[in-house]
């Protein structure tokens, strides 16, 4: 009697084990799946990207620290004159 009633659970316990087998394995496939990935930017050119951009920005607050914060004008700032005076000054105080 009880072999008859037990049969039914372990039938249901199958199709449990069965159906997490089967999540696991696509899971495994999916993981897979995603570790290969093309890059649409290659990290070379991610690189030259933000040293690119961090020129800008250094060259940008000279600039703008310069020109609107001091009181030079703006295009002084990239030239190779104010930077020789900005050095001398500074090799002078030492």
Known sequence: MT???NRPQEATH???RK???E????????KQKRLVRIRIIPIW????????????????????GYGV???GEPE????????QH???LVEKQK
């Open 3 to 5: 072999t008859d009633n």
């Open 14 to 16: 199958e199709k449990v």
């Open 19 to 21: 159906q997490r087998y």
């Open 23 to 30: 999540e696991e394995t696509t899971k495994q496939k999916s």
């Open 45 to 64: 050119l991610r690189l030259f990207i933000i040293a690119a951009l961090i020129a800008i920005s250094a060259i940008a607050g000279v600039v703008i």
């Open 69 to 71: 914060i001091g009181s």
């Open 76 to 83: 002084d700032a990239l030239k190779k004159s104010t930077w």
């Open 86 to 88: 900005i050095i001398d």
